[in-house]
């Protein structure tokens, strides 16, 4: 134990040097009007859920160490929280927008998040967290830039370019929602959005009339490309037609540069990529993302198309889309890319430590959770999905907030650290009781039949190792315990596991889930507590002044009232006028 301890002060000190530089660190304010508007993506008619009336919504762009405050007004009809996974919250879990942590915004409310970008850079999407809602629409990028005096480990690029990719069905969230309560599958979506656009019109199967993404380039330029897919439940294959990717970053951390051909997106990832406009322009270019781990033959409409148009372009685009290379006939050889992927150990870039160590190899385990996810089954009556058994509903007072008040009997924290055979399926509000300090691993077993991504909220883990198979103890033989890359939202694929790593220093309580919209809607998530035994104020922040109270402390809630969404703009000071301008600035960079 005295050893275990030595290796963690030496892991913990390092960072301490800049943890209490709080005070000084810039803020930069967003309000977020969060409504439906009218799109027809695939040329139906829908409405979506627009930030400041764009869809997908404005990018929030900050920089390591700021605090971010965003006011959201929810003019939607149903209850709104807004989530920003990967961002870290240290010891606030307060904003993570997720139930567990925070009563729903109701309709025609608003609430403002303030939270800060500790020691972070890097690539994300936030979304709404509730009803399905994500299924249409409510995304938007976050960019998280180092600041000026750290080097980057590549040339800096000529330009920026974000892909938001996704599934997506022309039915709305409230009509997939009961199609999943019916105790129906979704099945095949009805297409891919690229920036909330539809396909280019390739070959005859794509109808005439849709809007697709065309993105500007000049001949010779490197730009740097952010993708994440924002979708329901599908991965996709994201490639440009004759233009490698050269992987530089993967959810916060910056990778060992590879070059890529395509690259498999899973629901709920980001990547960032250096592109280089190193072709002829004889003609455009196809941008291409189409649905994976699929039988790609049947699921040909789930494919979206834009537009690389170089400036000295010859004329448009034209014959068959590129195919991707890598193979999933053979899932093991398609496995092969995400093990591909490295962390550049020599490169530096801010990250929250211990995680930043790269001596996560040395540190010993302190316990394991095999999570196993099953295909959807009956739980008195009703289509839900497990975790370890569990479908998890969610209690009706967010946790740390039943804690603070003294409310009981809100949750459970027996969440079981392996499977159970011997116990039937049941939904319950049962959590993980974590150990701060407690260096972790966590196996996502997939035994359902889909790919699945699953995300850790709160913290990055390292990604230590993935198989077919089932999981034993003798596989830590095959661990990286060099480079492993570290990010937030990892695949496993059906009849594999994942295996990561977590360094518990972010106190709060945090959100275990299948990214795949489907599945935890249906219940495939948990939630981990890690509170500190000595709270010495270096701990958990308080709640909020603005916190909203729900379930068992709705009384303790006053109304608000708000007459409408223009005279609160009108009533704002210049300073948030300026910040729109600042934000349809950098939206028409990609819109
Ligand atoms: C890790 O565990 C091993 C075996 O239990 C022990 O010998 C070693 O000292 C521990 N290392 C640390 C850094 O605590
Ligand atoms: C969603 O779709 C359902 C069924 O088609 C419809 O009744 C409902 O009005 C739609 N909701 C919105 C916000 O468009
Ligand atoms: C709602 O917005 C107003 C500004 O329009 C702000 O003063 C107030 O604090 C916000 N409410 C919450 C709960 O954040
Ligand atoms: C890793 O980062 C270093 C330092 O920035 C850089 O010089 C090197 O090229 C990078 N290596 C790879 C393989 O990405
Ligand atoms: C990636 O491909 C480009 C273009 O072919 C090449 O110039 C570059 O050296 C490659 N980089 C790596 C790290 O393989
Ligand atoms: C441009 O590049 C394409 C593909 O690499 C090649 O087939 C074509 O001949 C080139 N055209 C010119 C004008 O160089
Ligand atoms: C994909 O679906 C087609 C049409 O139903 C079928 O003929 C083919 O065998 C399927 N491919 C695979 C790999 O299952
Ligand atoms: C359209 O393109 C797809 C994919 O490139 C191809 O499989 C399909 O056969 C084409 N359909 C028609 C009608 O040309
Ligand atoms: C949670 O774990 C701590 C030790 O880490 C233990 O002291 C506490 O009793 C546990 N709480 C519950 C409810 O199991
Ligand atoms: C699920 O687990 C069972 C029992 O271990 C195994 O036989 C089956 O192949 C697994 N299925 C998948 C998709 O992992
Ligand atoms: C984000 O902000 C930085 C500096 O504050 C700026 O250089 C960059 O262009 C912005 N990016 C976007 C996409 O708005």
């Not at 037609?241 to 951390?253: A, C, D, P, V, Y």
Request: charged letters at 15%.
């Amino acid at each position: 134990m005295a050893a275990a301890k030595s290796v963690f002060t030496f892991v913990f000190s390092f960072p301490l040097l800049f943890t209490f530089s709080l005070a000084s660190d810039p803020y930069v304010s967003y309000v977020f009007h969060v409504s439906y508007i009218t799109a027809s993506p695939l040329g139906v008619p829908q409405k979506v859920i627009a930030v400041n009336g764009k869809f997908p919504g404005p990018v929030l762009n900050a920089t390591t160490n700021y605090n971010v405050v965003v006011n959201v007004f929810n003019d939607l009809d149903e209850p709104l929280l807004l989530t920003w996974p990967g961002v870290q919250m240290r010891r606030n879990s307060w904003q993570d927008g997720v139930l567990g942590t925070n009563c729903p915004i109701p309709s025609k409310w608003n609430y403002t998040y303030d939270f800060q970008l500790k020691d972070q850079i890097g690539s994300y999407f936030y979304f709404p967290s509730l009803n399905f809602q994500r299924a249409s629409g409510g995304f938007g990028p976050i960019i998280i830039n180092n600041r000026n005096l750290i080097p980057i480990p590549f040339a800096k690029p000529d330009g920026e370019i974000i892909f938001i990719i996704g599934d997506w069905y022309t039915k709305n969230h409230t009509a997939l929602r009961r199609i999943l309560d019916s105790g129906k599958e979704l099945g095949m979506p009805d297409g891919v959005l690229i920036n909330g656009k539809g396909p280019y019109k390739y070959n005859s199967s794509v109808p005439d009339g849709i809007e697709y993404e065309t993105v500007h380039v000049d001949p010779g330029k490197t730009y740097r490309i952010r993708v994440h897919n924002v979708g329901v439940s599908t991965s996709l294959n994201f490639r440009i037609q004759n233009h490698k990717l050269l992987l530089i970053e993967t959810e916060g951390r910056y990778t060992s540069q590879i070059n890529f051909t395509d690259v498999d997106v899973h629901v709920g990832q980001s990547y960032s990529f250096l592109v280089t406009m190193d072709q002829n322009a004889s003609s455009d270019y196809y941008i291409v993302a189409s649905a994976r781990f699929v039988n790609e033959t049947v699921w040909q409409r789930v494919t979206g198309v834009g537009i690389l148009h170089y400036s000295n372009s010859k004329g448009p685009a034209s014959g068959p889309l590129p195919v991707p290379v890598t193979d999933i006939s053979h899932p093991w050889s398609a496995m092969n890319q995400p093990r591909a992927i490295k962390q550049n150990t020599s490169s530096s870039g801010a990250r929250p430590n211990p995680q930043g160590s790269y001596h996560y190899g040395q540190i010993n385990i302190t316990s394991t959770y095999i999570l196993r996810s099953l295909p959807p089954t009956k739980i008195n009556g009703k289509l839900r999905a497990t975790l370890n058994g569990i479908s998890f509903v969610n209690p009706s007072t967010p946790m740390r907030l039943a804690d603070n008040n003294k409310v009981k009997g809100d949750y459970k924290m027996d969440f079981p650290d392996r499977p159970l055979d011997n116990r039937r399926p049941r939904l319950d509000s049962s959590i993980i009781n974590a150990t701060y300090k407690g260096f972790i691993q966590v196996i996502f077993q997939n035994n359902d039949t889909k790919i699945q991504s699953f995300h850790i909220d709160g913290y990055s883990f390292y990604v230590v190792a993935m198989d077919f198979g089932i999981w034993s103890e003798d596989k830590k033989g095959s661990y990286n315990n060099w480079d492993a890359i570290s990010r937030s939202t990892v695949e496993v694929y059906p009849g594999a596991w994942t295996a990561v790593l977590i360094s518990l220093d972010n106190v709060g309580v945090w959100n275990i889930r299948v990214e795949n919209l489907d599945r935890w809607y249906l219940g495939q998530e948990t939630y981990m507590r890690i509170l500190n035994p000595e709270e010495n104020g270096n701990t958990e922040m308080g709640p909020p002044k603005n916190v909203l109270y729900c379930g068992a402390l709705k009384t303790l809630q006053q109304e608000q009232y708000r007459s409408s969404a223009t005279s609160i703009l009108n009533g704002q000071l210049n300073l948030i006028f300026t910040m729109m301008m600042v934000l349809l600035a950098s939206v028409s960079a990609f819109c």
